[in-house]
């Protein structure tokens, strides 16, 4: 159960992270560079949860009990 509980924290982690680099994509089209975006979003402690939630996923996926969650 735990485990379950570690991958869902993963996965909101990974959602609200990505969301909100997407959302950061907006300064794209007011004239930042490339560069300039991956430098801003590198100093944006919520663009962490990406990678973080990431992480966690891959993780837990495989320590997750398969042969458990099995439907009979």
């Not at 379950?4 to 993963?10: D, E, K, R, T």
């Amino acid at each position: 159960m735990g485990y379950i509980f570690l991958f869902l924290i993963g996965f909101g982690l990974a959602i609200s992270g990505g969301i909100t680099i997407i959302a950061y994509m907006n300064f794209l089209p007011a004239g930042i560079t490339w560069y300039e975006y991956v430098h801003f979003i590198s100093s944006r402690v919520e663009c962490y949860f990406f990678p973080l939630g990431v992480i966690i996923v891959s993780f837990t996926i495989h320590k997750l009990p398969f042969d458990k969650l099995q439907l009979k």
